[in-house]
């Protein structure tokens, strides 16, 4: 591994395949949780939840990131660094009010986002540095 790698500047990848990616672990999870037996409660949450999650990151992306525009850029940033601790109210509240559904929302919702993290750190590693 290169030591500038972190380094160098890279342009900003398309979050198409992250998020397809993440929505397709959530997708797959569902007849996982059919043949198991599992709460589809705790299911249908982490999906819902999961797309609220993108729907907040797509209005983020609404907001131009400029140097021009310090307040959309600060919200912008802020947003996107809290989105996940946003997300993880409703799931404490629904673990607390029945353990198993909010586990199983819990689990879908972590691995969907370990897999959008996954793709996106890949996809913007594996393009193309700035000159």
Sequence with gaps: MSAGIFSTPRPLPSRLAPTLAAGAVVALALPLFLVAGWPLRGWGFAAVLW???????????????????????????????????????????????????????ALVFAAAYTVELLVGLASYFGGEAKA
């Design 51 to 105: 797309v609220a999650v993108q729907g907040f990151a797509l209005l983020l992306t609404r907001l131009p990131a400029s140097a021009d525009t310090l307040a959309a850029s600060m919200l912008r940033g802020l947003g996107s660094t809290s989105r996940l601790f946003l997300a993880g109210i409703p799931l404490v509240v629904v673990t607390v009010s029945d353990e198993r559904v909010g586990l199983a929302a």
